[in-house]
């Protein structure tokens, strides 16, 4: 949503970047607002937001702190830093930009803010480097399940340069979104969206690799989702009692979807105990990231049969 012209005018000291990252930062931090949706703490926030407004280069930031504000910058900047506080909307949505490793990416309310362990193991040693699971110039077709605004294919691209990409969501809404990150990247000719229930567009095709970061929430947390959170479309969050809705269903048809020497990587945040007991038999690879432990797994096609 666009920043709420506030009756506030900003304060006179306020004049740098830096400054009105400084003041950011505090009112955040002051409001107890929550973070994780593309930041992790205030400060982050607080920078982000204050540079996106600004259009400052994501990696050059620094160079601009000491930098004044035009009067027009400043009530900008200053209504944004309100309507976050007031409001609680995420940071990513007031400036419709997030970035899942240091791609940009578009994206508004119709899809949840783009953050996945899956886009970190992506571009690591698991497919990047020399122990990866699979060989990454070979992999011809990848399948997005719940692609929301499409990150997740648009990374795969790049990753697997030789592949074409199919982009599933039952949302209308985020495939609209998925639609102007395809088209800002040009990758038109290589990535197909899809609009239906998880396999049922993709009719009999087969893949070399299945990505999907599903709806994992549990009952319980979603009942205790921060105001933040409540901004994002429930159906991409909610999953059943125990979070695992989704899940068992992507996992009761991923097979016939994946060819010999295929896989599954599927993010499902901390449900891993209760996936573990519903499917005590299954042998899944559990992948770690810089910050997240036992939070995506990998499954060969043949632990699918």
């Avoid at 007031?86 to 419709?96: D, E, F, H, Q, S």
Wanted: proline residues 5%.
């Amino acid at each position: 949503m666009p920043a709420k012209p506030s009756r506030k005018t900003p304060p006179r000291e306020l004049k740098s970047v830096l400054d009105f990252v400084r003041y950011a930062a505090s009112r955040f931090t002051e409001a107890k607002l929550a973070f994780g949706q593309g930041t992790r703490d205030a400060v982050e926030d607080a920078m982000f937001l204050v540079c996106e407004a600004l259009h400052l280069p994501k990696d050059h930031a620094d160079a601009f702190l000491a930098a004044r504000l035009t009067a027009p910058e400043r009530r900008q900047v200053f209504d944004l830093i309100e309507t976050r506080v007031g409001t609680r909307t995420p940071a990513a949505y007031l400036v419709k930009r997030a970035y899942l490793q240091d791609h940009a990416f578009y994206v508004d309310e119709r899809a949840i803010v783009p953050r996945s362990y899956l886009a970190e193991l992506l571009y690591g040693e698991l497919f990047m480097g020399e122990a990866q699971l699979v060989d990454r110039m070979a992999v011809r077709r990848v399948l997005d399940l719940c692609t929301g605004s499409g990150c997740l294919a648009i990374l795969a691209c790049d990753v697997f340069p030789n592949a074409h990409v199919d982009a599933a969501d039952l949302s209308k809404d985020a495939l609209e979104v998925a639609a102007i990150n395809v088209a800002e990247q040009s990758l038109a000719d290589r990535v197909r969206l899809m609009r239906g229930d998880l396999f049922a567009p993709v009719g009999d095709t087969v893949y070399d690799i299945i990505l999907c970061n599903p709806p994992y929430v549990d009952a319980g947390g979603m009942a205790r989702l921060p105001k933040e959170y409540r901004h994002e479309p429930r159906l991409a969050l909610a999953a059943g009692v125990d979070g695992l809705d989704i899940v068992r269903r992507i996992l009761g048809r991923a097979r016939s979807h994946l060819s010999e020497d295929g896989g599954l990587l599927c993010e499902i945040g901390r449900c891993r105990r209760a996936l573990e007991q519903s499917f005590p038999d299954t042998d899944f690879l559990w992948l770690d990231t810089a910050e997240s432990s036992g939070e995506v797994f990998w499954l060969p096609a043949a632990a699918l049969e």
